[in-house]
């Protein structure tokens, strides 16, 4: 008996039970979005860092299975990086 009164004082409308269940939604893709966004740049990263190296530029390296490796393990580390600072700065701004 006492829970729709509660219910019923917490939200004196429907409408506004409504509003408030479409805001958590809304903000739930709002943050998933900007979880995407920032996969995408550090995705993008790794693909202008690889674009660079896979231009036909004559170099020393180009032969180099260890430049190769490290150049791939570096870039992706470097993503997971970026990626891990913007969620880390996310949390700490609330974002998340």
Do not use: W
């Not at 550090?42 to 430049?67: Q, R, T």
Request: hydrophobic share 50%.
């Amino acid at each position: 008996m006492a829970q729709p009164y509660i219910f019923q004082t917490l939200f004196p409308s429907p409408q506004d039970y409504i509003n408030i269940e479409l805001d958590n939604h809304r903000n739930q893709l709002i943050r998933l979005e900007l979880m995407l966004t920032a996969a995408t740049f550090a995705v993008g990263l790794i693909a202008a860092i690889s674009g660079i190296f896979g231009m036909n530029l004559h170099n020393k390296n180009e032969d180099s299975y260890g430049v190769f490796v490290a150049t791939a393990v570096g870039s992706s580390l470097g993503a997971v990086i970026v990626f891990s600072a913007i969620v880390a700065f996310c949390k700490t701004r609330g974002l998340f």
